[in-house]
């Protein structure tokens, strides 16, 4: 019988890796269907269906459709709390705020460079589009400062909202990680505390798992 | 225990935290920051809010940032002592509330910013606005706001038949819009939406925020 709970969306897609590591880490068993955003699926009325701002991912389980990969994921703790990594959202309401302060600073201040930088040094190239120098600069001064902040927290605790690998930290995962195959992952690695964080955080079971995930499998040799 | 707020009356996300401190009934005092001079990036606020922003927040030894996050943990709270419930009373309702919560970091809230800043904020310091880029961002947020009216065809506020935190997080930006941003026309074409703005915006928390003294 396949797995009651779908995630819509190609596995490269940060938004969509997000999901996955999320439900990984939660022991959640999912479907992975594909939507092929070269060729606009993510546009076409089918799909607006379930998410009408033509984003990906899209998420159901038993009959709940949701969007928005951090909302997807705040779901999945919500509702499988007592299963996988039990402290991933906290396990009292202190806890989870802080995780909650270091999820809003991912969204607010994290995000918005490093998605911008993750286009312009990742995807841009593979889809053929001309890359904005000003952009790459203006948005690599902005991380810079948002990874100060973030190594002088790091220096205070193992993980960004406290002692335990969190919500928080996955969030960064997919962005980060595709950074750190380009020139920007410099700014991780000459910052001690962030390049330590860094370390731990993706060499996590199930963050290895999503990157396979990621890589298309090797041709079958005949 | 009187929670200290720190932040500004006309700043949106100190707005934000105020209007649901008001409507759960959780008594604050404001402690100004003065932005014009930039003193929320002076090193006494780098220690409440390390990022150079506003809002913050101390409940007692407690400490937290991010206006999004301080909502969440008050209605949190109200909720779990049986008082106003703003998450959401099912799993369902609660993972809607989040996903506007979202939408509205991700698809509104950047659009609307990105304008004020070319309409309002830079003229005031003496520069001169994009207002290619504001044609732009106002095209992108046509198209957002139709999904937000078809949405609202379907239910009376964003997560659900009740008011959440998901209404409430909308509050200050769509006033920015429509004030300083000179658009209410966007919000005032769309009838379902038009409704649901004139509800929230009428709720005594709002005014009372809207009466504070600059």
New interface residues.
Partial sequence: MAAPVKVYGPPFSTAVARVMVTLLEKDVPFQLLPVNMAKGEHKKPDYLKIQ??GQVPAFQDEG?T??????IS??VC??YANQGNRGLFGTN??E???I??W???E???FN?PSSILVFQLTFAPRMKIKQDENLIKQNEAKLAS?LD?YD??LNESRYLAGDDFTLADLSHLPNAQYLNGTDVGELFRTRKNVERWWGEVSNRESWKKVLEMQSPPAPKKA | MVVKVYGATYAACPQRVMACLFELGFQFDLIKIDLQSGEQKQPQNLLRQ??GQVPSIEDGD?K??????II??YA??SA?QGGTNLLGET??E???V??W???E???YN?LIYTMVLQLVVLPQQGQVGDMELVKDCKGKLEK?LD?YE??LSKSKYLGGERFTIADLTHLPNTRFLMEEGGMEDLIKRRKNLHNWWLDISSRPSWLKVMDLPK
């Fill in positions: 009408p701002f709940v949701i969007f928005e990969s951090r909302a705040r779901y919500d509702k309401p202190l989870k705020a802080s909650d302060q999820l809003e600073a969204g607010q201040n918005p948002v902040v002088r927290r | 390390p990022f407690f937290l940032f991010e206006s999004r996050a969440r943990y949190g709270k779990s799993l369902e609660r993972a809607l989040e996903q919560m979202e939408v970091v991700n698809n950047p957002v999904v078809e949405r």
